[in-house]
């Protein structure tokens, strides 16, 4: 069984179709990108798969059930097996660090003491080179530095299915090596990814399927070497 099937999605917005008509598949343990120009509708796409926006029409299954029409245990039970990391790192402004990062946790982990939360936590930022206090708010934090802690909420349950949205833009070419290769450790292990990057090194070094969307569909499949 497909881990993921968009049968005939699209996604309209008040300026227009943004995902026209798409059906694809994807499998379980496979490395996905998208690629494309800028308002293409690569991001969008992603986020549809990820059960993050609804589609306008069609649907996406994970597992052969529709995302949208999961009951609650059903769709937390999905949630808890994925991580996304945002373009815009979608930190919540009014919390410290330790909180955006936490969240996941409180979620899927209520009965889990402080104290292993934070242990968790500041094991995640260590693989991510994050040292800083965890205690500061996303403002107080370069862009690259919040797009370190984005990535740090979405790797702290563990998840078996990455979505990255531009995940080492922002980044310094040591701090975008490091993420690189925490991904290529994730795909070792069999985890699932599907990505969004317009960064040609990173589509060369994690590969995968790679799918170019052109105005909202799906337009070619390209090989690796012509990224």
């Given at each position: 069984?497909?881990?993921f099937t968009a049968e005939n999605v699209s996604f309209v917005s008040s300026t227009g179709t943004i995902i026209?008509?798409?059906?694809?598949?994807?499998?379980?343990?496979?490395?996905?990108?998208?690629?494309?120009?800028?308002?293409?509708?690569?991001?969008?796409?992603?986020?549809?798969?990820?059960?993050?926006?609804?589609?306008?029409?069609?649907?996406?299954?994970?597992?052969?059930?529709?995302?949208?029409?999961?009951?609650?245990?059903?769709?937390?039970?999905?949630?808890?097996?994925?991580?996304?990391?945002?373009?815009?790192?979608?930190?919540?402004?009014?919390q410290s660090i330790m909180q955006n990062i936490e969240l996941p946790l409180l979620s899927h982990f209520p009965?889990?003491?402080?104290?292993?939360?934070?242990?968790?936590?500041?094991?995640?930022?260590?693989?991510?080179?994050?040292?800083?206090?965890?205690?500061?708010?996303?403002?107080?934090?370069?862009?690259?530095?919040?797009?370190?802690?984005?990535?740090?909420?979405?790797?702290?349950?563990?998840?078996?299915?990455?979505?990255?949205?531009?995940?080492?833009?922002?980044?310094?070419?040591?701090?975008?090596?490091?993420?690189?290769?925490?991904?290529?450790?994730?795909?070792?292990?069999?985890?699932?990814?599907?990505?969004?990057?317009?960064?040609?090194?990173?589509?060369?070094?994690?590969?995968?399927?790679?799918?170019?969307?052109?105005?909202?569909?799906?337009?070619?499949?390209?090989?690796?070497?012509?990224?």
């Amino acid at each position: 069984m497909d881990l993921f099937t968009a049968e005939n999605v699209s996604f309209v917005s008040s300026t227009g179709t943004i995902i026209d008509d798409i059906s694809l598949s994807i499998q379980s343990g496979t490395v996905t990108g998208f690629i494309g120009r800028s308002g293409c509708g690569k991001s969008t796409l992603l986020k549809l798969l990820a059960g993050v926006l609804v589609p306008s029409n069609g649907r996406v299954m994970f597992r052969g059930s529709d995302i949208q029409a999961m009951n609650d245990a059903a769709n937390k039970a999905f949630r808890k097996r994925c991580g996304f990391v945002f373009q815009d790192s979608a930190l919540w402004a009014n919390q410290s660090i330790m909180q955006n990062i936490e969240l996941p946790l409180l979620s899927h982990f209520p009965s889990l003491d402080k104290g292993h939360r934070v242990e968790i936590i500041r094991n995640v930022c260590a693989e991510l080179g994050y040292d800083k206090n965890l205690f500061l708010r996303p403002i107080d934090l370069s862009m690259g530095e919040q797009k370190k802690i984005a990535f740090a909420r979405a790797l702290v349950l563990k998840p078996k299915i990455l979505f990255l949205d531009e995940c080492i833009e922002s980044l310094d070419e040591k701090s975008g090596l490091q993420i690189i290769e925490l991904i290529e450790k994730f795909i070792e292990k069999g985890g699932t990814v599907l990505y969004v990057s317009h960064n040609k090194y990173f589509v060369q070094r994690i590969g995968g399927n790679i799918i170019e969307i052109e105005a909202g569909r799906l337009r070619t499949r390209a090989r690796q070497n012509e990224v």
